[in-house]
């Protein structure tokens, strides 16, 4: 199975809501890498590395995100898989 790198920007009321922790939650459930973090505008960033299918699996899920986001768009960019993370963490 191809791996993958995937930089997402989650925009619309996703902070204050668990998303961030939500994220990690689903991220490890699926053995993916990275990172989530808040952005000074309002928004969620992530890294997900891992197979393409289980990336792919999580960015979906970042459209609804956890019961009490309310996810306007997000933009995904893929790249080549670096195997840089050993876990996912919530960066602050």
């Not at 989650?10 to 668990?18: A, F, I, P, R, T």
């Not at 459930?29 to 393409?52: I, M």
Request: charged letters at 20%; proline letters at 3%; aromatic letters at 10%.
């Amino acid at each position: 199975m191809p791996k993958v790198h995937a930089h997402v920007v989650v925009s619309g009321l996703v902070q204050g809501v668990w998303f961030r922790a939500s994220t990690q939650q689903k991220a490890e459930e699926l053995g993916l890498k990275g990172w989530v973090r808040n952005t000074s505008n309002g928004c969620v960033e992530a890294v997900f590395e891992g197979e393409r299918l289980r990336v792919e699996d999580i960015v979906s899920w970042c459209r609804q995100g956890p019961p009490n986001a309310q996810v306007k768009d997000v933009a995904v960019n893929y790249a080549e898989f670096s195997g840089a993370f050993s876990s996912f963490a919530i960066r602050h």
